[in-house]
């Protein structure tokens, strides 16, 4: 069965610097998305991603975030100056629709801010 | 905008025993809703989906899901669980017009032998 593929698993990062958080998502699917999963908390939204635009995103994904796809199969989160309270997992995720198909979901990049 | 309750933080049950995780829902309409459940250091996976029709709905790994719209609830069911269902579930809802999915706070279950 297709799935998300995430890279790396696991990313470990000095306090102000940028990352990259990678992503494949299913090859047909056409919708994609970044959620966020700080320990202990609930998975939230971050950002969905439509036609090679943004279509939906949170308070959270503000100026220090942005997306691209800069392909036909990945789609990269970037995250600028980090800070510690960025450390979390950060989920991908594709649908082939934007409500009609359930999101198929990465195994997540957990990100640690030092 | 939408909300999603799961009362249950932790639950632990026997192994062979059944199961009922809760799920309640805030929104006006009929939402579209979704369980999925995260083993340790997992991703998330879809366990089921209820989007119209039969309010009785079948899943991966024996589980159901019943939407109940007088109570707003999508309850998660197992008849027997085994060890290997222990993990964190998660119930969410995505509204029609609306991408993003909402999820519960997850409820962690434990099977004890």
């Known amino acids: 069965e297709p799935e998300v593929t995430q890279t790396p698993s696991h990313q470990v990062t000095q306090m102000g610097q940028e990352v990259i958080l990678r992503c494949v998502p299913i090859?047909?699917?056409?919708?994609f998305y970044w959620y966020r999963q700080i320990l202990g908390q609930k998975v939230e939204f971050l950002v969905s991603?439509?036609?090679?635009?943004?279509?939906?995103k949170s308070e959270i994904f503000d100026d220090q975030f942005s997306v691209e796809r800069p392909d036909g199969s990945n789609f990269t989160l970037k995250i600028r100056s980090t800070k510690l309270e960025d450390s979390a997992m950060y989920f991908c995720?594709?649908?082939?629709?934007?409500?009609?198909?359930?999101?198929?979901f990465g195994d997540g990049t957990r990100l640690s801010i030092l | 905008a939408q909300s999603v309750t799961q009362p249950d933080i932790h639950i632990t049950v026997s192994e062979g025993a059944s199961l009922e995780l809760r799920c309640n829902y805030s929104?006006?309409?009929?939402?579209?809703l979704f369980w999925y459940v995260q083993s340790p250091g997992q991703g998330l996976q879809l366990l089921l989906k209820?989007?119209?029709?039969?309010?009785l709905v079948q899943g991966i790994k024996g589980f159901e899901a019943e939407f109940k719209r007088s109570q707003s609830s999508f309850n998660l069911r197992k008849p027997s669980v085994h060890w290997s269902d222990a993990a964190e579930y998660f119930c969410?809802?995505?509204?029609?017009?609306?991408?993003?999915?909402?999820f519960g706070t997850g409820t962690r279950l434990t099977i004890i032998p």
């Open positions: 995720a594709s649908s082939m629709d934007s409500t009609n198909q359930p999101q198929h």
């Open positions: 090859s047909n699917h056409l919708y």
């Open positions: 991603f439509y036609n090679n635009e943004i279509s939906e």
């Open positions: 929104y006006g309409a009929t939402p579209y």
């Open positions: 209820y989007f119209s029709g039969d309010t």
């Open positions: 969410a809802v995505v509204v029609f017009g609306n991408e993003k999915l909402t």
